[in-house]
């Protein structure tokens, strides 16, 4: 492996790890029997619920933002390693054809 995959694959790996810890920190978009059970619903202000709500927002952005180049960079480490596998001496099958070809002709 280059010396590309293996940073390409570490800040994947860390992206992953942000992902899983970003996702499971959001809020659920139910919250209403959440907040009657533990009694939260009459201590809120308006003014926490809208500054809760504006972090929600940022916190999402960031969580999209952070998943798309999770995978530009799956797609980036997929291209790098096919391209890795394929080496210049790909076309030696095809010459080796070539010279049996030649060569079964000429004995007969």
Same mark, same amino acid.
């Given at each position: #492996?280059?010396?590309?995959?293996?940073? /390409?694959?570490?800040?994947?790996?860390?992206?992953?790890?942000?992902?899983?810890? #970003?996702?499971? %920190?959001?809020?659920?978009? %139910?919250?209403?029997?959440?907040?009657? /059970?533990? !009694?939260?619903?009459? @201590?809120?202000? &308006?003014?926490?619920? @809208?500054?809760? $709500?504006?972090? !929600?927002?940022?916190?999402?952005?960031?969580?999209? &933002?952070?998943?798309?180049?999770?995978? =530009?960079? =799956?797609?980036?480490?997929?291209?790098?390693?096919?391209?890795?596998? %394929?080496?210049?001496?790909? @076309?030696?099958?095809? @010459?080796? $054809?070539?010279?049996?070809?030649?060569?079964?002709?000429?004995?007969?």
């Amino acid at each position: #492996m280059t010396i590309l995959q293996y940073i /390409i694959g570490s800040v994947i790996l860390v992206l992953a790890v942000v992902l899983i810890f #970003m996702i499971t %920190r959001q809020q659920g978009k %139910r919250k209403g029997l959440e907040n009657v /059970i533990s !009694g939260n619903s009459s @201590t809120n202000s &308006y003014l926490n619920k @809208t500054e809760a $709500a504006k972090k !929600g927002k940022k916190f999402e952005k960031w969580t999209v &933002y952070c998943s798309i180049v999770f995978v =530009v960079l =799956v797609i980036a480490l997929y291209t790098v390693t096919s391209l890795a596998k %394929r080496s210049p001496n790909d @076309t030696t099958s095809d @010459t080796s $054809a070539e010279t049996s070809s030649v060569a079964s002709e000429t004995q007969e």
